[in-house]
């Protein structure tokens, strides 16, 4: 039940593509989910956050769908550039977590020029 | 405003010897995590401190441990090594644990090696 399912593992488009990225969970009692991208050597950056509350949300070229009778929610990048190249991690936790993120396994994405 | 920070940036060890990892938070953040990272997989959460509290406890053995100071900078403490416990090891700082929601940022991480 603690467990997130990303998918897919890797991911190759073109530049200016929409790469979709999809995370699955069991635990109703989540009620955060982060993503966060991360370049070789760096830590993870926090890009876009969403809560149950609402479907959807967007900063910038990132959109968060999110599906909670599905107990899914995925990533959108808007007009991929080779930049984006990095891999991606989707996380979940809630206000009982004890601060415990719990993150998917991560996508590594490859945007070519 | 500096970010979260991270001493040594890597560290070379051999099986059985003990180590220690530092981490600054964020200039007004209390709440500090350590997590591991295993190549080519996601953050394992090992500990949350708030309050120079331990607040969470992931699922890793007792010869990992932590404190956090007054200043509210931290140190990991890993005994005993073994060569699985070689990863990148990632402290995150959050404003305050009784937030609803509290976002987590990471610092660049500390690569551990054990031989």
Known sequence: QQQVKQSPQSLIVQKGGIPIINCAYENTAFDYFPWYQQFPGKGPALLIAIRPDVSEKKEGRFTISFNKSAKQFSLHIMDSQPGDSATYFCAASGYNQGGKLIFGQGTELSVKP | ?115
């Open chain 2, 1 to 115: 405003d500096a970010g979260v920070t991270q001493s040594p940036t890597h560290l070379i060890k051999t099986r059985g010897q003990q180590v220690t990892l530092r981490c600054s938070p964020i200039s007004g953040h209390k709440s500090v995590s350590w997590y591991q990272q295993v190549l080519g997989q996601g953050p394992q959460f090992i500990f949350q401190y708030y309050e120079k509290e331990e607040r969470g406890r992931g699922n890793f053995p007792d010869r990992f441990s932590a404190r956090q100071f007054p200043n509210y900078s931290s140190e990991l403490n890993v005994n005993a090594l073994l060569l699985g416990d070689s990863a990148l090891y990632l402290c995150a700082s959050s404003l305050d644990r009784r937030l609803l929601y509290n976002e987590q940022f990471f610092g660049p991480g500390t690569r551990l090696t054990v031989l």
